[in-house]
């Protein structure tokens, strides 16, 4: 089977996608062939060369980087099917597409349209449930409208914060709603806690709002809970699952715990500091309520209609107990010390297994699409 990896991107996760990608590669199993694709911080993508990757299969530290040759530059011919990337002319013959590409412009939607615009297989979420689950207020809107439960929050526009009237009236009734300080605040649209941060005061909460703001054109501000925080990987096909396919099947592995020692879990302590979190799975709680979680994160998947893979995001209130949905990533990280994989792992499907698995899932999922009515 010939397995296209595309990684990069134009994301502020561009460099998370290098390490998720490079040990992605080292799980293909070799009988495969693997054809590497990586796209610039200005969206730019190039072949990349055999060299490269037999590089990242020798070395377990090895990193994926970019070689930007024009003669090397991709092009892309809709409605090709496995010859739809080409490259001088010259086609790549693809059978299925690995796109590991995190936050924007790769778990947003676009990439996602464009391979089915291209008809190739890929994994991970459809077109659409890709981009409804980077929205976060979209996807809280959901879940709530099925009755799951989610921090409060409220959602400010960038036509709101040019406003100054509307503004001030805007974090006025923010305050009165979400209630005492601290608050969170993060951009809608974007991954890994880029531009995400904690307010202590309305003068940390217009620098934190501003911060968001470069990231983009929707603000969430959230009641702060004093929570532990709870993760639950999931794979499968939510919205066929035939019952005698464990391929497409909706799976939910054992639930883990992160245990930030940074103020909270933020992007230096995801990816930077090795000593930024503690992961214990299985988390530290009943059986009881490890299965309630696993429920809650199997519903959350459903309702948005996900697919592949995705790792759903839970706060426990430590003074209530309550359980909240946080959020929902549908191309997690796979790191060394990515959460996703190893709670995987911790249920007894191995990182090779688990690479297969959603490879084949992708594989299944566009077949049963090839089978629908375009035209009469």
């Not at 979420?125 to 709530?144: G, N, V």
């Not at 009641?223 to 794979?235: D, L, M, Q």
């Not at 933020?266 to 709680?285: E, H, R, V």
């Amino acid at each position: 089977m010939n397995i296209c990896v595309i990684y990069g991107g134009k994301s502020g996760e561009h460099e998370i996608s290098l390490l998720s990608a490079s040990s992605i590669i080292r799980g293909i199993d070799n009988k495969n062939k693997v054809i590497l694709i990586g796209i610039t911080k200005e969206g730019k993508w190039y072949l990349q060369s055999e060299e490269e990757y037999q590089r990242i299969c020798k070395d377990k530290k090895a990193i994926l980087t970019i070689t930007q040759d024009e003669k090397k530059a991709v092009s892309i011919i809709p409605g090709a099917e496995v010859k739809s990337f080409s490259v001088d002319g010259k086609a790549l013959e693809i059978d299925v597409v690995f796109p590991v590409l995190h936050g924007t412009y790769g778990e947003d939607g676009t990439i996602q349209g464009l391979l089915d615009m291209a008809d190739l297989p890929y994994v991970g979420c459809t077109t659409l449930s890709s981009a409804i689950t980077m929205d976060k207020e979209k996807t809280k809107m959901l879940w709530q409208s099925v009755g799951l439960p989610v921090v409060p929050y409220v959602c400010l526009k960038r036509y709101v914060m040019n406003d100054s009237v509307l503004y001030d009236a805007f974090i006025e009734a923010a305050e009165k709603e979400l209630g005492d300080y601290p608050l969170f605040v993060k951009p809608c649209c974007a991954g890994s806690s880029n531009g995400a941060s904690k307010a202590k005061n309305r003068k940390e909460l217009s620098f934190a709002i501003m911060e968001a703001f470069q990231w983009d054109d929707k603000v969430l501000i959230e009641k702060a809970i004093n929570a532990r925080e709870i993760e639950c990987s999931v794979t499968g096909n939510s919205v066929t699952f035939p019952a005698d396919s464990e391929i497409e099947d909706v799976v939910a592995y054992i639930p883990g715990e992160i245990i930030p020692s940074h103020t909270f879990y933020d992007f230096d302590a995801k990816y930077n500091d090795p000593d930024g979190a503690a992961l214990q799975i299985p988390a530290n709680l009943t059986e009881n309520d490890l299965e309630k979680i696993r429920k809650t994160a199997c519903a959350a998947y459903k309702v948005l209609d996900a697919t592949g893979l995705s790792r759903v995001d839970f706060f426990i209130d430590k003074d209530t107990k309550a359980v909240y949905l946080n959020e929902i990533n549908t191309m997690p990280g796979f790191t060394s010390i990515s959460m996703f994989p190893k709670m995987c792992d911790a249920a007894g499907l191995e990182f090779k297994e688990l690479i297969n698995l959603l490879l084949n899932e992708a594989i299944e999922r566009y077949n049963s699409k090839k089978s629908l009515c375009t035209s009469r």
